[in-house]
């Protein structure tokens, strides 16, 4: 059984209403919150909010064809696997052959650092 939220309802809905003002996606104050996106939807409509429901209602289905970005959890369609901003910072970082480093990292078990430096101890 799931343990029980100790949350005061009237306080989340605050955060709610600011965080929507500020533009923050459904995924982001869910995650900022702590509380998934299923239960903010059902709550907001139990405390007579269909308007703080309906972002939740859009997220749900959104979410089902998205993943978390690597980087910084954004989500992303399935099949990517960073947002746009991360996949610019990423590919500067490491250079041209970033993607295939990495898989190659995540066959062998290792961190891209790790793999890195192995290469350079073998040279």
């Known amino acids: 059984m799931a343990a029980k939220l100790d949350v005061n309802w009237d306080d989340v809905i605050e955060d709610v209403e600011f965080l929507l003002s500020w533009n923050e996606s459904a995924w982001t104050i869910s995650k900022r919150l702590g ?32 993943v978390p970005c690597r980087d910084c959890t954004t989500p992303v369609l399935k099949g990517s696997r960073r947002c746009h901003d991360c996949a610019s910072r990423f590919r500067a970082a490491w250079g041209d052959d970033a993607y295939a480093l990495e898989d190659e990292a995540l066959a062998l078990g290792m961190t891209m650092l790790e793999l890195t430096r192995s290469y350079r101890q073998a040279s």
């Open 35 to 66: 509380i998934t996106i299923r239960t903010l939807e059902r709550k907001m409509l139990l405390m007579g909010r269909p308007d703080l429901a309906h972002p939740f209602g859009r997220a749900k289905v959104d979410t089902a064809k998205k």
